[in-house]
């Protein structure tokens, strides 16, 4: 796997130290939002997108010193070995979620702003149930003109327009285990992608 990459990008630790910073602000913006209750009892549910947000989500979590509920949901627009994205698949979306949000703050969680279909169709179904505040997170964002039209509330880092893997990213399944964000050697994506 090691000989697959290409580049490192973000190392673990910058992602570790920025993911801090991103709770501290989450949790102070969420607190300024609950003034007429203690910001324990404001009801919060983050949405993350899965799969590639799983290590992103589970490292946050643990830095947001709040009460909440989670919620997974389930979208594809990457299949198999795309590096582009196919459109995007709600597969599990919403349905474990209540028909009424009203009164309950929702962050949605995402590894990767990219195109920006998914959050847009993420978050137009989700308004439609009336939350009392909707706010999105990615870990990263491409530097694509798509990409900077969606009005996300908190961004991990800003990169290149590259396909990237590892920290929850994959590429044909694998490499989310890697504890950074790295590009992959050329020739690795040519190989899987002629395999078909
Ligand atoms: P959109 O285009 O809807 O993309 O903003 C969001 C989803 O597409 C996937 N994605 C990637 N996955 N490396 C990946 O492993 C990438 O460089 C990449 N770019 C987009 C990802 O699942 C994200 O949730």
């Known amino acids: 796997m090691q000989t697959d990459i290409h580049q490192v990008l973000i190392g673990r630790r910058r992602i ?39 290590i992103f989500v ?11 509920r989670l919620n997974l949901i389930s979208v594809s627009s990457y299949p198999g070995a ?3 994205s196919q459109g995007v698949r709600l597969r599990r979306a919403l349905e474990n979620l209540p028909p009424s ?3 309950t703050h929702l962050l949605v969680l995402d590894d990767i702003l990219d195109t920006g279909r998914t959050l847009t169709r993420v ?4 308004q439609r149930r009336q ?7 990615v870990l990263l964002r491409k530097d694509r003109p798509t990409a900077h039209n ?9 990169i290149p ?25 050329p020739q690795v994506i040519a190989r899987v992608q002629r395999r078909g």
């Open 16 to 54: 570790a130290s920025r993911i801090q910073a991103l709770a501290r602000q989450i949790t102070a913006d969420l607190r300024s939002s609950g003034q007429r209750a203690p910001a324990d009892d404001l009801p919060l549910t983050l949405v993350p997108i899965l799969t590639g947000s799983i």
């Open 58 to 68: 589970a490292d946050l979590i643990r830095h947001l010193p709040l009460r909440m």
């Open 82 to 84: 795309s590096t582009r």
């Open 101 to 103: 949000l009203a009164g």
């Open 123 to 126: 978050t137009q179904l989700l």
């Open 131 to 137: 939350p009392a505040s909707l706010r999105t997170c």
């Open 150 to 158: 969606f009005p996300v509330n908190y961004v991990g880092f800003d």
């Open 161 to 185: 327009d590259a396909f990237v893997v590892g920290f929850g990213l994959d590429f044909n399944g694998h490499y989310r285990n890697l504890p950074d964000i790295v590009t992959l050697k």
